[in-house]
């Protein structure tokens, strides 16, 4: 017995050792590819030295002779920070992510592959201005020279990532990055998801006034009315299509397609000199996208010859999106721009290989396309274009729901465009002196559509840039929802003229901000768009502004980092205006009296997503169940996608607007249910939900608990022990509705994650530059190992800021290492 005892305490000491040993030489590998900032290294492609000098922060300060070397020094600290980063988001966009990660990616690849935006950039390198192309070959270079260096030096392979998907990268290119800057695009624009699910709801509902109310427009001056799905397809004959079998999105964090609802967003407001207490013009900035591990934001300060500009980046992109020179500073919010139709395109029945043009059939563009899949066969995919851009699989959000039989649906989108000089109006901006060569910039901006907002240090703009499709007056829905892809009324007519653009230079209030609502009444087709990004953020924020007579930096910081939910406030009185004080007290632990208790509380509360707080939980289930029930015996299925609640639409409803209180009747049922009946069974299920998950006490619960930020690692976050150190996450304020935005996933175990928000913070003051501030919401580095990696991080979920400083020795005082690049082999 001894002498098996002592066996097995060697066996397991030795298994001890070789998992020590094993952890060991896993740090060591993972270690070897944090990058060194205090050294000096010999490069091509710079013609003088390059001082690149990170503060404390790790926040890049790039000095050079000339803007190439400056932007050649930007590309060699995106690739030391964020080179896996960067990889992944051009293998994304190529549709190459299966030669790493195998079948698992092969329905991202293939989408990608039908949109082809890759071979779209590699043409519009050729549309660049000089100054641009200049910029994008010398980041190209600074990109490749951390590639040599790497190989030469063998660093690790770059990125601890690359250890465990070894795979050869190829070098950058200039098309590389314009090919990202259309990535972004898709991962913003919402147009193609609406356009179906008013399709399919339209198709769903047989009273077009409650498609209006569960998909209504932003209140204002009504623009149009519109006829139904089933009209406008029925004129031709077709009444069978498909069943829903699913979203059709590839179920993988990888994925660039936006879920319905988590679409770009972002705020941008701006004080004129008369409006700050410093009598300088203040600028504030959150653009709002999905989180992830790390941010999709870098922060850079190049020092051009010209002056210095700092702010925010994304890596691959030669760009500051976001932030300040000496002279202007500027911030961007989605525009919500209507920037892509979806067509019904007729096939040739007795030539299936043809489609219906409005000058009779006419073959399909077709080309082959081979996807290379790890540990499997490589597949061949065949894409087909129309003349109004390319075909899209049925799957894909559902299109074959709305597709008539004989048919496939195709897409025209300004993202498309093989002459996009997006990245010039972005470049073209870092080097504008004031608003008005601001607004001339982003005149060559296409996709995707952003509003601008400037400020330089007397004056105030704001301007929506991007292509604006021109409809004809006569198009079937307008844009709203897929049409026939023959008939030329339903064709774009080229781009409306960048001056119809809207445009506001210097205001008589001298306030101007943008939270994604509504710019324009503008009748169709000058609309812009049917479906605004906000109707509520805005209400809060005009409050805000209107709260004192001037601003200043901390008053706009406290407006950006503002939590209180104007939806909550307006909603709540609404939904609860007859079950407040109604009955008599119920016995405790009854759950008539967890109704009362929670009424009460919601009674007392004054609408802040205080992530402290238990009202705002008890509230965001409550509001969700009651949306839901509204519309699941009318929907069915459909009501799946309904992830968010709107807000309107619950207004419209318990305002009996147009009689929109019908959908608080059960329609299966035989009686009348009214809509206090239907708020009271929501907030009883609502408690019920939150019992079976945190217990009854009520005043225990705390909304940060589930409204945690979830920036996770979109490769490793899911693994097992790794995700641990890889994700990042942070108990947050805010909500779907607030000024600090944090969105919820709205499905799924954990509905309440915040995925989807401010990851970077910005606020400039022309009054004294350097007190400028920004922040985001992870770290500088992709590295999990480093220090950088999650150090901003608290500091974001605090309300903190760090310096946005031009302020060259103030950099060089507090630096963490300067990285000399010099001239040679």
Request: aromatic share 8%; net charge negative.
């Amino acid at each position: 017995m001894r002498f098996v005892f002592r066996w097995l305490l060697r066996i397991a000491g030795t298994m001890v050792i070789i998992a020590v040993l094993g952890a060991g030489l896993a740090y060591f590998l993972a270690a070897r590819s944090l990058p060194t900032y205090d050294k000096t290294l010999r490069v091509s492609g710079i013609s003088a030295p390059v001082d690149i000098v990170r503060d404390n922060a790790d926040v890049p300060h790039i000095f050079g002779a000339s803007d190439p070397d400056v932007f050649f020094g930007l590309g060699y600290a995106h690739a030391q920070d964020r080179l896996w980063q960067m990889i992944m988001l051009r293998r994304t966009v190529e549709g190459r992510l299966s030669e790493i990660f195998g079948t698992r990616t092969l329905p991202i690849d293939k989408l990608m592959r039908r949109y082809d935006l890759y071979k779209a950039a590699q043409a519009s390198v050729s549309a660049q201005d000089p100054r641009t192309l200049a910029a994008l070959k010398a980041y190209s270079a600074g990109v490749n020279a951390r590639l040599d260096e790497i190989n030469k030096d063998s660093l690790g392979r770059g990125a601890p990532e690359m250890f465990l998907f070894n795979v050869p990268v190829a070098p950058w290119t200039p098309a590389d990055s314009i090919a990202i800057g259309k990535l972004m695009a898709l991962e913003m624009d919402g147009s193609l998801a609406s356009e179906v699910e008013r399709a399919r709801v339209s198709l769903a509902l047989p009273d077009q006034k409650m498609v209006d109310d569960i998909l209504p427009q932003t209140p204002g001056a009504p623009l149009t009315a519109l006829p139904d799905y089933a009209q406008l397809m029925q004129a031709q004959g077709f009444t069978q299509y498909a069943s829903a079998q699913g979203d059709g999105l590839p179920a993988d964090p990888l994925s660039p397609f936006p879920a319905p609802g988590l679409e770009g967003a972002s705020n941008a407001f701006a004080a004129a000199p008369q409006r700050s207490a410093t009598g300088g013009t203040l600028l504030a900035n959150d653009p709002h996208l999905g989180f992830t591990a790390p941010s999709i934001w870098y922060l850079a300060r190049l020092q051009l010859q010209q002056g210095g500009v700092i702010g925010a980046t994304i890596p691959g992109l030669p760009l500051v999106l976001s932030g300040r020179s000496q002279f202007l500073g500027w911030g961007l919010t989605s525009s919500g721009l209507d920037d892509l139709d979806v067509y019904m395109e007729e096939l040739n029945p007795d030539h299936p290989q043809e489609y219906r043009t409005p000058d009779g059939w006419k073959p399909f563009v077709t080309r082959k396309t081979i996807i290379s899949i790890k540990d499997a066969a490589p597949v061949t995919l065949t894409l087909r274009w129309t003349d109004n851009g390319p075909v899209l699989p049925g799957s894909f959000y559902n299109l074959d729901t709305v597709t008539p039989p004989g048919h496939v649906a195709a897409i025209n989108w300004t993202a498309l465009s093989d002459h996009d000089t997006t990245l010039s109006a972005g470049v073209e901006l870092m080097y504008a002196k004031n608003v008005q060569q601001g607004i001339e910039a982003g005149k060559l901006q296409i996709a995707p559509s952003q509003n601008l907002m400037l400020a330089d240090a007397t004056s105030i703009a704001f301007k929506t840039i991007g292509a604006v499709p021109a409809r004809n007056p006569a198009h079937d829905s307008q844009g709203r929802m897929p049409t026939l892809g023959w008939k030329p009324e339903n064709r774009w007519n080229g781009y409306f003229p960048y001056a119809d653009n809207p445009e506001i230079v210097n205001p008589e209030s001298g306030i101007l901000g943008n939270t994604n609502n509504k710019v324009t009444d503008a009748p169709f087709p000058h609309n812009i768009t049917f479906d605004w990004g906000d109707t509520q953020r805005i209400h809060r924020w005009q409050k805000l502004m209107e709260s004192r007579k001037v601003h200043t930096r901390d008053s706009f910081i406290e407006a950006q980092l503002d939590t209180v939910s104007f939806t909550a406030r307006s909603l709540l009185p609404l939904i609860g205006r007859n079950l407040w004080y109604n009955g008599d007290p119920a016995p405790k632990g009854t759950p008539e009296r967890m109704r009362q208790d929670a009424l009460k509380m919601l009674a007392d509360w004054n609408g802040d997503m205080n992530e402290h707080m238990p009202e705002p939980l008890i509230y965001a289930v409550w509001i969700s169940t009651l949306q839901d029930r509204l519309i699941r015996d009318e929907l069915g299925p459909i009501a799946d996608e309904f992830t968010h609640v709107d807000p309107v639409f619950i207004e419209r409803v318990f305002r009996n607007i147009d009689g929109a209180s019908k959908w608080c009747d059960v329609v299966q049922t035989e009686t009348v249910e009214t809509c206090d009946q239907i708020a009271q069974q929501s907030l009883d299920a609502a408690l019920l939900w939150i019992k079976e998950r945190y217990g009854d006490n009520l005043e225990s619960l705390r909304w940060g608990d589930v409204h945690q930020a979830a920036q996770d690692h979109p490769v490793l976050g899911e693994v097992p022990i790794l995700k641990y150190l890889v994700n990042i996450r942070q108990r947050t304020s805010g909500g779907d509705n607030t000024l600090n935005r944090g969105a919820t996933k709205g499905t799924g175990p954990d509905p309440f994650l915040d995925v989807h928000g401010a990851g970077y913070r910005g606020v400039y003051d022309f009054a004294d530059p350097d007190s400028s501030v920004f922040i985001i919401s992870t770290g500088q580095s992709g590295h999990p190992l480093s220090r950088h990696y999650d150090d901003l991080g608290e500091l974001w979920r605090r309300g903190e800021y760090i310096p946005m400083s031009l302020d060259t020795a103030l950099a060089r005082a507090a630096s963490v290492g300067e990285t000399k690049l010099v001239p040679g082999n």
